[in-house]
């Protein structure tokens, strides 16, 4: 006879289980659905939030190519500019975000009627909370830094 295989809600933990759960709660407000259902799924919102900066890094393509024919020894001074650009633009999105997440980072009205009858001590909830913020910051700002990392010294070398 074989084994009967778990079913997936029974093969995580309830920590993992409360961590998905209130990772999911940063993506429910009045900026992505009015119904309090989110449309948008995570990866669509990460390739929205690293566009302006592949914008950026597009955008400066054509000045790369005329400087380093043409003037190559400002070429050090303007990557410089153009980094410190992206750099300030990664951290300008970062911060619209947090801001629009603010009132997320704390437990609401919801997740304590939902939470409190639960088996679950106040300690193993602060931790979820923290492991979703850890998990969702990082996504955005990898996902806002990442595009330059990856894209701009190959259109600054390619000059």
């Known amino acids: 006879m074989a084994p009967i295989p778990k079913l997936r809600h029974q093969a995580r933990s309830p920590m993992f289980a409360l961590t998905a759960h209130l990772f999911r709660r940063f993506f429910e407000n009045e900026f992505v659905s ?11 919102i990460l390739v929205v939030l690293a566009m302006p900066g592949l914008y950026y ?3 400066s393509y054509g000045p790369y190519d005329l400087i380093g024919q043409r003037f190559p020894y400002l070429f050090d001074s303007y990557s ?4 410190f650009g992206l750099i300030t633009l990664a951290v300008m999105i970062v911060g619209v ?33 923290i492991q979703a913020l ?6 955005v700002t ?6 330059g990392a990856i894209f701009y010294p ?3 070398s390619s000059a």
């Open 142 to 147: 990898i996902a806002v830094g990442g595009v």
């Open 34 to 44: 009015e119904s309090g259902e989110s449309h948008l799924g995570f990866v669509k």
């Open 134 to 139: 850890a998990l969702f910051l990082s996504s």
């Open 97 to 129: 975000v947090s801001i629009l997440q603010w009132d997320a980072l704390f437990l609401d009205r919801l997740d304590f009627t939902t939470l409190v009858p639960l088996p679950l001590s106040v300690r193993q909830i602060f931790m979820a909370k």
């Open 80 to 83: 410089l500019r153009d980094e």
């Open 57 to 59: 890094i597009l955008y």
């Open 154 to 156: 190959a259109i600054a």
